[in-house]
């Protein structure tokens, strides 16, 4: 038969989905001789058997608590019952204290003690509570009663209680109990308590344990206290107790703010002893559980009980220098403590985060889809060429394109109301480092001046806040907090660096972002998309002039202008990588992509190329495509115009003969992508292997087409290398449209159908499973193939692990996701050994 109560020496740290937290960090205590009150925990088992059966079950498990209780040997028996899921959910659910007052106990209690205030305030303190949590009824209902004396009082309480539950105040210690038990597992589906669990991504299965403990009084004399520490502080990591107590109170009037309380140090002076135990106690309990300690604990008449014990919640930077601490203190390995690393963590490190006075003082308008991390605020402005060279703007625009590449250069952060987390802006706003999101379709741009957010109407000027990480848009400036702890953040790069298996490469199109990636211990640039080295205001009117040249003479004229500023690039970016690999892309988007869209810009570019507005507009128009992402791109464009592959390729030969003249390490591969066919690969790998005769490079594909994957063993005879372009693979497998699919994600999220969305978090099942087939087709007939993932993917700590999993040997993500996915890859091959 199942067993639902357990004494706290029958449990241990390892049993909180059973016990929960609260409980076996109870048992654990217990088992190393912290000084506890005595209790049973009701597992959450139990509840969960009661929310589906409700008084049917709860008359099985009544015997098994009356067996466990009488065994107390304490008298009178006076309890507090708390609740405690199996994750922290503070606030959420709730507690019971001085549970068993009666008449009769209290008259024995004022004849043990000699004192009637003490007994009396807390006999109305549990009615009261009772009252609340387990009938419903309103503290303000109890309010402004006139009474003479205690016993008056009592039963005024009681009185009120009577009128509005139409019931007598229970008065044995079997019925208040179990009316308290009985609560305590319905607050599991409290409102607020759902609203937790789905904020914080907890499962509504888990269910959560009552712990029934002996009282210990705070409230009993000056002798008496209570009070919440910290083993070390939560702002910053420094090794000291940090937290506050009251003297003569119980542990509510902190959490309710009802008293003000002293600073802990000041225990020193009224309680010294009492303060040298709590020091001792808090170091015991962050040695055995290996993390910084969150503590509850009430003084009773001069002896100390430590109530409660949970890992402590700090900000990003205290935890990265705990962390630290613990590692030079021998209390944590370097793997443990990579281990307890979350990843979020690091990157409110890196980009800074909303102070919590701003986030409380201030609510979400509208949600988005979180594409680029980091907090930005500034003033709202919509025409990126508008936007001023100094000064705080945020960028909106329905979505972004070529054409406002500067104006995200000089924003604090850009919001787009259509597009996905792999759209234009979020993979530009990745690259750059700058807090992006996209996809918010309450955001409706009326005119060049004015929008409404959420039916909220806001004008350029107006300040907005925005959190890339949460995809959260507040109205106003929020104040951030910069968080600068570089040399913290190398350390644990290089210390992941030591036991991860992934090496990590960067996504890169200039020196710039190569620096970056360099800088945060890239170990190459794993995809160098070429296109982007033409976004630049300078030079895309270039490749427009190319795009809508008529003839191969006049295209040609304009790629020998274009050669020039990618061998420029090239070289640039060989010299930052100091011989580490280069993944170069020969050019891959549809070329829509690269077209002018507004009136002023066909304008410029008619008079630019001495032709009529309305020959570009035709131009424009025979290149029309109705779904470009699946049409004449990647491979296509260089089997159409070979011209401009050439181009490239010529551009990588001069700068491979400059660095050799200037003697700067190389290494080249050649990425040839949205190959479907090994036709289609076989004709451009010739044209390349031509130009590049004596040159040292390795060729390969980017895998992103079903196709390619299912026929992996054919190309895989034709390359060195194969990188998974996992946006595109997604994009192509699951038949979703990679800016379109915001339309219906966040449905299918809520109902479950996508546990996650498939851009940011691999599909495994789906995408994961072609990865596999293609690894291992390819394998078959090139033992020697390379594998890696230069797919959004590769910045995204869930999927880092499944990429861990399989032969790859590197994974490439945008500079700023360089320390994550470093991080990731190290944490994932640790875990394997844990």
């Known amino acids: 038969m199942e067993k639902f109560v357990y004494f706290f020496k029958e449990g241990n740290k390892n049993m909180s989905n059973l016990l929960g937290g609260k409980g076996a960090n109870l048992c654990e205590m217990s088992s190393i001789n912290i000084p506890i009150p005595q209790g049973i925990i009701i597992t959450t088992s139990a509840c969960n058997n009661f929310l589906k059966n409700k008084d049917d079950f709860f008359q099985n498990l009544k015997p098994e608590i009356l067996a466990a209780i009488s065994t107390f040997k304490k008298k009178p028996l006076l309890f507090s019952v708390r609740s405690g899921a199996p994750i922290s959910m503070p606030g959420m659910m709730d507690t019971i204290l001085n549970l068993g007052f009666n008449d009769s106990l209290a008259n024995y209690l004022i004849e043990k003690t000699n004192n009637e205030k003490f007994?009396?305030?807390?006999?109305?303190?549990?009615?009261?509570?009772?009252?609340?949590?387990?009938?419903?009824?309103?503290?303000?209902?109890?309010?402004?009663?006139?009474?003479?004396?205690?016993?008056?009082?009592?039963?005024?309480?009681?009185?009120?209680?009577?009128?509005?539950?139409?019931?007598?105040?229970?008065?044995?210690?079997?019925?208040?109990?179990?009316?308290?038990?009985?609560?305590?597992?319905?607050?599991?589906?409290?409102?607020?308590?759902?609203?937790?669990?789905?904020?914080?991504?907890?499962?509504?299965?888990?269910?959560?344990?009552?712990?029934?403990?002996?009282?210990?009084?705070?409230?009993?004399?000056d002798k008496s206290g209570t009070g919440v520490i910290f083993s070390r502080n939560p702002s910053n990591g420094k090794k000291e107790l940090y937290g506050e107590y009251i003297l003569k109170a119980q542990g509510e009037d902190i959490v309710a703010g009802l008293i003000t309380p002293f600073d802990i140090s000041n225990l020193n002076n009224q309680l010294p002893e009492i303060y040298s135990e709590l020091k001792k106690y808090s170091e015991i309990l962050e040695k055995h559980f290996k993390d910084m300690q969150d503590i509850e604990f009430t003084i009773e008449n001069g002896k100390l009980f430590i109530l409660q014990t949970r890992n402590g919640k700090r900000t990003p930077e205290a935890n990265l220098n705990i962390l630290l601490d613990f590692v030079n203190e021998n209390i944590l390995s370097k793997e443990e403590a990579i281990i307890k690393i979350d990843s979020s963590c690091l990157e409110a490190v890196l980009c800074g985060s909303f102070t919590e006075k701003s986030l409380k003082e201030n609510s979400p308008i509208a949600i988005g889809l979180p594409a680029?991390?980091?907090?930005?605020?500034?003033?709202?402005?919509l025409n990126s060429n508008n936007i001023p060279e100094d000064g705080d703007y945020i960028l909106l625009r329905e979505e972004t394109s070529p054409e406002d590449l500067k104006g995200m250069y000089l924003a604090n952060g850009i919001l787009t109301s259509k597009g996905g987390r792999t759209s234009h802006g979020a993979v530009v706003a990745r690259g750059m480092g700058?807090?992006?999101?996209?996809?918010?379709?309450?955001?409706?741009?009326e005119n060049d001046h004015s929008l409404?957010?959420?039916?909220?109407?806001?004008?350029?000027?107006?300040?907005i806040s925005i959190d890339g990480s949460t995809g959260y848009i507040y109205k106003g400036k929020l104040e951030i907090e910069k968080n600068n702890l570089n040399t913290n953040i190398k350390t644990f790069i290089n210390w992941s660096l030591e036991f991860s298996k992934l090496r990590v490469r960067v996504n890169a199109d200039t020196p710039e972002d190569a620096l970056v990636g360099y800088n945060f211990g890239a170990e190459g640039i794993g995809l160098c998309r070429t296109e982007h080295m033409f976004f630049k205001e300078d030079r895309i009117w270039k490749i427009r002039q190319m795009i809508l040249s008529t003839t191969i003479e006049e295209r040609k004229n304009i790629l020998q202008l274009l050669s020039f500023i990618q061998f420029k690039d090239f070289y640039d970016i060989f010299k930052v990588m100091k011989g580490l690999p280069v993944n170069i892309r020969l050019l891959d988007p549809p070329l829509h992509e690269f077209l002018p869209k507004t009136s002023y810009d066909k304008v410029f570019l008619s008079n630019k190329m001495n032709i009529s507005i309305k020959e570009i507009e035709e131009r424009i128009i025979s290149l029309n495509e109705h779904n470009p992402m699946l049409g004449h791109r990647g491979c296509r464009l260089g089997i159409s115009f070979p011209e401009i592959y050439e181009m490239q390729i010529s551009a990588i030969k001069f700068a491979l003969d400059r660095c050799k003249r200037e003697n700067i390490p190389t290494s080249i591969e050649i990425m040839i992508p949205f190959v479907g066919y090994v036709e289609e690969l076989q004709y451009i790998k010739k044209y390349i292997t031509e130009q590049l005769k004596g040159y040292e490079y390795k060729i390969g594909t980017m895998i992103e087409l079903p196709r390619a994957c299912i026929l992996s063993h054919e190309i895989s005879k034709h390359v060195d290398f194969f990188s998974y372009g996992t946006n595109d693979l997604t994009q192509t497998t699951l038949g979703i449209s990679r800016d379109d699919s915001i339309k219906f994600l966040n449905t299918y999220q809520n109902k479950l159908i996508y546990k996650h969305d498939p851009f940011k978090t691999l599909d495994k099942d789906g995408v994961g499973t072609l990865l596999k087939t293609s690894i291992e087709l390819g394998k078959t007939n090139n033992s020697n193939l390379k594998l890696g993932v230069c797919g959004e993917h590769g910045g995204d700590p869930e999927s880092i692990k499944f990429f861990n999993q399989l032969p790859i040997e590197y994974i490439s993500c945008s500079p700023f996701k360089i320390p994550v996915a470093i991080l990731s890859a190290a944490q994932s091959e640790i875990s394997k050994n844990f």
Not at 372 to 381: E, P, R
Request: glycine share 6%; hydrophobic share 40%; net charge neutral.
């Open 372 to 381: 680029s991390n980091g907090v930005a605020t500034g003033k709202i402005i």
């Open 119 to 221: 007994v009396y305030e807390s006999y109305s303190r549990f009615i009261l509570m009772f009252s609340e949590i387990v009938m419903g009824i309103p503290k303000s209902k109890f309010n402004n009663i006139s009474f003479s004396n205690y016993s008056e009082k009592i039963s005024k309480l009681k009185n009120i209680y009577k009128v509005i539950t139409n019931t007598l105040f229970p008065e044995t210690l079997e019925d208040q109990l179990f009316l308290a038990i009985k609560a305590i597992f319905n607050s599991w589906n409290n409102e607020r308590a759902i609203l937790y669990r789905d904020l914080h991504n907890i499962s509504h299965d888990l269910g959560t344990a009552v712990v029934v403990q002996e009282m210990v009084f705070g409230n009993f004399n």
């Open 452 to 463: 409404t957010i959420n039916n909220i109407p806001l004008k350029e000027g107006d300040y």
């Open 434 to 445: 700058k807090c992006c999101i996209t996809g918010c379709d309450s955001l409706k741009i």
